[in-house]
């Protein structure tokens, strides 16, 4: 199978087909998701917090996410591979905005790229599409912004604030984003968005209204047990199966059952 463009996936979106997004940051997660039929691989800063162990998203570089990019394009073979920006590497100017995102497209060998914002980052985002390289926006709860937030927050819940998102919504499809990340909207803002613009929206804890979903994959397969957020579904305990497998493995060493002679090698 070929890999998934996004004029495939807007054909999916027009068709009512729900779409689907996860997190992947190597080569072997990649070829696994892709296997399991999924619509987009997300390279996200998330990284940053479950790969690299940091507390926000912040200290993730352009670096990083090019790495990670590179290795989960070599894994995936069939979904749209789409690479975040990480903080401070677009907002400094519309030529850096370029510049990385052009990197993240040549050296990382994404298909699209995603960054966060409001209204200020429309004419960056204009001018990217313009240039030929496709933009997810994301809007709603952004966490590049969390020191100016102080925390995880839902978005769209006051009218008010339910009619800017909306506006910026609007504002980003006009500016030639082929998609909509809304993480951390109102159920209902969700849905207005959703039933506003003509591009998918793709939400994270936004509720059930959005054109597809994303997930981080370490978070949906119960990797950190004490992460147990409203918006999470748990789909494995992967949390008990790999602790398991490695103490099965560790008893086995001390044991001398591992390696066995069926794991060895002999002298003919």
């Known amino acids: 199978m070929k890999r998934i463009t996004i004029p495939k996936l807007l054909e999916k979106y027009r068709k009512g087909e729900k779409l689907t997004m996860i997190t992947a940051y190597d080569a072997t997660i990649a070829s696994l998701v892709d296997e399991a039929g999924i619509d987009m691989i997300l390279i996200g800063d998330s990284l940053g917090m479950v790969i690299q162990g940091h507390d926000t998203t912040i200290p993730v570089t352009m670096e990083d996410i090019i790495y990670h990019t590179r290795c989960v394009s070599r894994g995936s073979k069939k979904a749209l591979i789409v690479a ?43 001018l990217l599409t313009a240039a030929g390289i496709p933009v997810i926006s994301h809007i709603g709860l952004k966490p590049q ?59 994270i804890s936004s509720g059930l209204n959005c054109s597809g ?39 086995e060493v001390k044991l001398e059952k591992f390696p066995s002679d069926e794991h060895s090698f002999h002298r003919k």
């Open 213 to 251: 979903q994303v997930l981080v994959i370490y978070d949906l397969l119960g990797f950190n047990p004490s992460f147990n957020p409203k918006f999470l579904k748990v789909y494995a305990d992967g949390h008990r199966f790999i602790t398991d497998a490695v103490r099965d493995y560790i008893e």
């Open 84 to 126: 975040d920006l990480p903080f401070m590497s677009y907002q400094v100017s519309k030529t850096k905005a370029m510049l990385a995102a052009g990197r993240a497209l040549k050296e990382g060998c994404a298909n699209a790229v995603k960054l966060e914002g409001s209204m200020e980052m429309v004419e960056t985002t204009k």
């Open 145 to 203: 912004n969390i020191n100016v937030m102080g925390g995880y927050k839902i978005h769209g819940k006051s009218a008010e604030d339910a009619k800017k998102m909306i506006e910026e919504a609007k504002a980003f499809e006009e500016a030639g984003a082929f998609a909509l990340l809304l993480e951390g909207v109102a159920v209902e803002t969700a849905r207005e968005i959703t039933e506003t613009v003509s591009i998918p929206t793709i939400g």
